[in-house]
């Protein structure tokens, strides 16, 4: 009976926050936990580029190349699809329903929404972003 019970329960994700800001009593590294902690990655993961991860040249994605191509809608289905590949081969605790991208001609860059749930949830997520490049 434990392993089923296991099955149904939602796994606690954690990770360091990436401002690496230190914790105000203890000085230790801020943890973020659950859905924070999922997002966080998937923002991460979205702006690596190939050969970003050490040991790992296969992490990452075209994404960074595309936002020096136009700004257009072309481009910002080509981002669509990479992202969905991103998402799809490398966070596996991410069962993603939808990637939308639309492009904003006047601030030179992508509004991207991602629409997913994690893994043992029934909760859907929504994350938006603001993707531009950065010279």
């Known amino acids: 009976m434990p392993s089923t019970q296991k099955s149904t329960e939602i796994r606690k994700y954690s990770d360091f926050d990436l401002s690496f800001r230190p914790h105000p009593v203890s000085g230790d590294l801020v943890k973020v936990t659950g859905t924070n902690s999922v997002v966080q990655a998937l923002k991460n993961l979205i702006q690596l580029n190939y050969y970003d991860v050490p040991f790992h040249p296969e992490i990452g994605g075209n994404v960074r190349s595309l936002l020096f191509e136009m700004v257009d809608g072309v481009t910002a289905n080509l981002l669509a699809d990479e992202i969905k590949n991103i998402v799809k081969n490398f966070e596996p ?6 990637v939308w991208v639309d492009a904003d001609t006047d601030h030179n860059g992508f509004n991207v929404t991602l629409v997913f749930s994690i893994l043992n949830s029934t909760q859907t997520y929504t994350v938006d972003m603001f993707l531009q490049r950065v010279r």
Do not use: T
């Not at 605790?93 to 939808?98: A, G, K, M, S």
């Open 93 to 98: 605790r991410v069962d993603l329903h939808n």
